[in-house]
């Protein structure tokens, strides 16, 4: 902004407020005109569409099998692989944190690597490894164990995509907090554990929380990955974002929007949940 | 505390999906592909009806659609199917060479070379054909913009393809100005997708084009859908035979045993009840006496353009059209 850095910089926090009202009006303007015509009416085109044949429409389309078929394997889904992502980054974010150790950033760069490969690439890798034709696809037949095209094809799946959410918010957290509690904590006789749960675990548990709510988010909403490894088959395979565009494609409008009104509530839920964190943390950081 | 609840949102979870599976009925999977939706949901519940009639035993069938090309994919990468209904022998074919799941000479098994229906490729425009579409040449005027799959993934556009080059070679008189000619045609269509759901949603919710390439069945399924007024039929004079057969999965139906239940499901698909369904949801139906004579009118008759006449079969197809870097590779460069 070239109006505030041509003044001399006073130190004083407040010289941004020294815009001209009509800057920061119109720039407040732009923000909720874009966040009305990119967010919240596509939310509520999903809601009107969803209503659009009324109530009894809505919920007789939330409560066929297929649908509740479809509610279950997303939670069930989810039930699965927040805990194991958590646990996961738990462990990751204490080594990474606490420990020096040779590969240190290469194992920070792996965490991250689910954030830049294509969900779709994460499906395919798991049809490649676990597929009739794959590494392991002779063996699992022979054993008739299902992965690709059932639910631990789909869980995996998740898992990959959902992998470094924990660990991704608990690592600067970590770094940040410090070890000189747990230090004194040890030095005062209590175990590795004791350790663990009376003072690490309350230093970060908002941070936690936060991270463990967007790998709820992403495990039930995630598509692409759980796509390629679905098989799509109705009732079984289908998660709830799958469901939506098996609906939509069956000119099934109100299904497909009422599917998709409740992942928008979901989304609508972590969020409230989210700002209700950051408070939470914001106010134990200032404590 | 979190881990208590943590492991009570584990055990709800696996027991709200033990719910799900607790009941020990025989279950048919039935892999096909894009538009058969609506037909087979039909056709499950009359065949469900007639097998506890006939056994008194309750079976459950399931659905799954996609493109065709990628369901043949799923089926051959390990999806369960205890019978595929897809969209063209060449994709069965695949089945059987690569998985190797049931034996090569497939479509000698059930009547009417497997084909307990078929259908043919037409065109849907907008209300009043405002560009005046009659034929397959329209297509490759300038301005036109064209709807279709692509034919790599999706079965329908196959046949969309090699419609075109046969009415290319017809009408131009050689190989290489059929290639032109559906090159001309493929310059036209601004997006690909992966079925031909797809292309119809893009075509009519999307209100992309102004013509959609499709199945017969499903240009007709979609002014059912919409409602005839925004769109539509044009029936070129000459299309092309689209032969759309079933097989059962030996191995895996083996495997599961459902072998009898998958037999019986698709010798059903012949019977009255299987026929006149199958009419009724825009297929051609293989014994024309079954069907709705009411239905039936909707079937305009046409020249056929076919595959094993016009092409000399699939695999020859495979080679010539779809390979890495045959024809279409050629053709289409986005």
Redesign the interface.
């Known amino acids: 902004m070239h109006v505030t850095s041509s003044k001399p910089l006073s130190g004083n926090p407040g010289v941004a407020l020294t815009d001209p009202a009509w800057v920061r009006w119109s720039l407040v303007g732009v923000s909720i005109a874009v966040i009305s015509l990119f967010l919240i009416l596509p939310l509520a085109t999903v809601l009107i569409e969803a209503l659009s044949k009324g109530w009894q429409a809505y919920a007789s389309s939330l409560t066929l099998p297929d649908t509740?078929?479809a509610m279950?394997?997303t939670?069930?889904t989810?039930?699965?692989t927040?805990?194991l992502t958590?646990v996961f980054g738990v462990s990751a974010a204490w080594a990474i944190a606490r420990f020096d150790f040779r590969g240190k950033s290469l194992l920070t760069t792996l965490i991250d690597l689910p954030f830049s490969v294509s969900p779709v690439i994460a499906g395919l890798i798991y049809?490649l490894i676990?597929?009739?034709?794959?590494w392991f696809?002779p063996w699992l037949?022979e054993h008739?164990i299902?992965v690709?095209?059932a639910?631990p094809g789909i869980v995996l799946a998740t898992l990959f995509v959902t992998f470094p959410f924990v660990a991704r918010e608990l690592i600067p957290l970590m770094q940040e907090i410090g070890h000189e509690e747990e230090e004194a904590a040890l030095s005062l006789g209590a175990s590795g554990w004791q350790t663990f749960f009376k003072v690490t675990l309350p230093n970060i548990k908002w941070g936690l929380l936060y991270g463990v709510l967007l790998c709820n988010a992403r495990a039930m909403g995630e598509f692409g990955a759980v796509s390629v490894v679905s098989?799509?088959?109705?009732?079984?395979t289908n998660t709830l974002p799958l469901h939506v565009e098996?609906s939509?494609?069956?000119?099934d409008f109100v299904g497909a929007f009422a599917s998709a009104s409740v992942l928008a509530s979901l989304a609508v839920l972590t969020l409230i949940f989210k700002t209700l964190l950051e408070w939470k943390q914001s106010q134990d950081r200032k404590a | 505390m979190p881990k208590k609840i943590?492991l009570k949102?584990?055990l709800?979870?696996?027991a709200?999906?033990a719910s799900?599976s607790a009941f020990a009925e025989r279950t048919l999977?039935n892999v096909s592909y894009?538009p058969t939706?609506?037909f087979y949901q039909a056709f499950n519940k009359e065949f469900i009806q007639y097998w506890k009639d006939k056994t008194g035993e309750e079976v459950n069938v399931?659905?799954?659609?996609?493109g065709g090309g990628k369901q043949t994919r799923?089926v051959?990468?390990?999806?369960?199917a205890d019978v595929v209904t897809l969209a063209l022998s060449g994709d069965i074919d695949q089945i059987a060479e690569?998985?190797g799941l049931f034996p090569k000479d497939w479509q000698k098994r059930l009547p009417n070379n497997s084909l307990p229906y078929t259908s043919t490729i037409v065109f849907l425009v907008r209300k009043g054909n405002p560009k005046a579409i009659k034929n397959w040449d329209d297509l490759a005027k300038d301005g036109v913009a064209v709807i279709t799959p692509n034919p790599k993934t999706s079965g329908g556009a196959r046949y969309n393809y090699l419609a075109a080059w046969a009415f290319g070679v017809k009408t131009y008189g050689s190989q290489d100005a059929a290639k032109e000619f559906v090159k001309k045609i493929f310059k036209n269509v601004p997006v690909l997708d992966s079925g031909a759901?797809?292309s119809t949603?893009t075509f009519i919710q999307r209100g992309m084009g102004d013509v959609l390439i499709t199945w017969e069945n499903e240009a007709f399924l979609a002014l059912k859908?919409y409602g005839a007024g925004d769109f539509e039929i044009v029936v070129p004079p000459t299309s092309i035979k689209a032969e759309t057969p079933v097989t059962v999965v030996d191995k895996i139906a083996k495997?599961n045993g459902n072998l009898d239940l998958a037999e019986a499901y698709l010798q059903y698909l012949y019977t009255p009840v299987g026929q006149k369904l199958a009419a009724k949801h825009f297929y051609r139906p293989a014994h024309p006496e079954f069907a709705d004579p009411e239905d039936l009118k909707r079937f305009p008759k046409l020249d056929f353009y076919t595959i094993d006449g016009d092409f000399g079969g699939w695999a020859t197809i495979q080679k010539v059209h779809f390979d890495d870097d045959a024809h279409f590779d050629q053709i289409y460069t986005p």
Do not use: C, M, W
């Open positions: 509740l078929a279950r394997l939670l069930l989810a039930a699965i927040v805990p958590t049809v676990f597929g009739a034709k794959g696809g037949s008739d299902k690709i095209f639910v098989g799509h088959i109705r009732g079984l098996v939509y494609n069956e000119y | 943590i949102s584990i709800l979870g696996l709200l999906f799900g999977l894009d939706r609506e399931q659905q799954s659609h996609g799923a051959i990468d390990g999806l369960e690569r998985a759901r797809g949603t859908e495997k």
